[in-house]
């Protein structure tokens, strides 16, 4: 007779945690009407959705940790949501508006445009799974090995959002998109360090001068969108290339 009441427990083990797998499938809805917008040339309405993904998948893991609501169920489908959003979705929407062009000077170019933008992808996913396994590691806790996906994403839409709020056909700027395109995916697999910022705890006191960075930070934002989140997420996909130079040579100096 134990036996049906070990079963029932089981199953309920096996139920999800509600509220933060809520904001992971606004994650994915999020990225799932980017592509409908970027298949109907609305690029701007696109690249903004992208940044809402960003806003949920950030809340997902902070509501998870709070509540301690961290599921192996969560964990794997906040992946795929990421990889739709910050990997399919923002991969598409730099071929819709831009890569695609490269089409027009021959076909053997053109397919540098889709296979571009297929690289992103393929790196957004092995970035992901790369950091699914490493979660557990010691250096992860510290730091991003690797350019975080939804930050490539920030870079790579946000040049997008940029030059669609500022009118700017996409064939113009297709040298610098498919850079970005290609480069984002790069650091994405890369072993470069970023700062995870993983440090930073809500609950913690903090000075007062840190809200009032926030606040500046909404500010600006508010003022440009685009163009703030884009240099944004520049300056920080740089900073990692740029520590691992400064890291460099303070160790060849060590030796010298």
Sequence with gaps: MSEPDSESGSRRKRGIYLLPNLFTTGTLF??????IAATQDRFAAAGLAIFVAMLTDMLDGRVARLTNA??????QYDSLADLVAFGLA?????????????????????????LAAFFYTAAAALRLARFNI??????????????????????????????????????TLVIPVFLLTVGAGVLM???VSYN???????????????????????????????????????????????????????SRSGYS
């Design 70 to 75: 961290e599921s192996d169920f969560g964990i």
């Design 30 to 35: 999020a990225g799932f009407y980017s592509i």
């Design 90 to 114: 923002s991969g598409l929407l730099a071929y819709m508006y831009s890569l695609h062009t490269l089409a027009a000077y021959s076909d053997t170019i053109g397919k540098l445009g889709w």
């Design 196 to 250: 995870s910022f993983k440090d930073f705890n809500i609950r913690d006191r903090v000075p007062f001068r840190y809200i009032l960075f926030i606040v500046i930070a909404f500010v600006l934002i508010m003022l440009d969108p685009p163009r703030i989140l884009f240099l944004g997420f520049l300056a920080y996909a740089v900073s990692g290339p740029i520590m691992a130079l400064r890291r460099r040579r303070r």
């Design 189 to 191: 697999v890369s072993n």
């Design 134 to 171: 490493t979660r557990g590691d010691p250096v992860e806790k510290t730091v991003f090995l690797g350019l975080p996906s939804p930050a490539a994403a920030g870079l790579l839409v946000g040049f997008v959002w940029v030059g669609a709020d500022f009118g700017i056909s996409g064939g």
